[in-house]
């Protein structure tokens, strides 16, 4: 154990551990993530735009109007910490196809076309939230404390 972890209390006033801390920099990452990426689609290269490129790499174009918002509404739910399992479980889906896009490119994101590392690791971070659930400042627990 470092010596920053042991100086870490178990609790602190709040009830939240070190783990809870942990697991919500984690959840508030993947929410920011989500967000960007639905906010990319939907304001920067359009819905039509992100339609043409999803058909023009083999999934059908309609997926575009449900993958992005899907990706802007479950990046505020994982900011807020709403829902925080189900949310990063029904994540997965959406990185599995944006992983499935690059797996030809080789293991780094900066290959051309982009790697699979990066869309691999954020399958890896949307499952661990899952186990590990909202962590500290998230609605899911304020809800778990309420009388």
């Known amino acids: ?3 920053v972890a042991a100086q870490l209390p178990s609790t602190t006033r709040s009830g939240s551990t070190a783990a809870d801390y942990g697991t919500a920099l984690l959840r508030l990452a ?3 993530m989500f967000l960007s990426h639905g906010l990319l689609k939907v304001l920067v290269f359009t819905l039509p735009g992100t339609a043409a490129f999803f ?3 083999g999934f059908p174009g309609f997926l575009a109007y449900i993958v992005a918002p899907a990706e802007v509404l479950a ?6 910490g709403y829902r925080t399992r189900l949310v ?4 997965v889906p959406i990185l599995i196809g944006a992983a499935s896009v ?3 490119n080789g293991w780094s994101f900066s290959a051309p076309k ?13 499952v661990a939230q899952s186990l590990l659930g909202g962590g500290a400042w ?7 404390t309420a009388v």
């Open 75 to 80: 990046g505020v739910a994982l900011l807020l």
């Open 102 to 104: 690059h797996l030809g």
């Open 30 to 32: 993947l929410g920011a």
């Open 1 to 3: 154990m470092t010596a």
């Open 55 to 57: 058909a023009s790499i």
């Open 138 to 144: 998230s609605v899911d627990k304020s809800r778990s």
């Open 114 to 126: 982009g790697g699979w590392e990066y869309p691999v690791y954020l399958i890896v971070a949307a």
């Open 88 to 91: 990063a479980a029904l994540t």
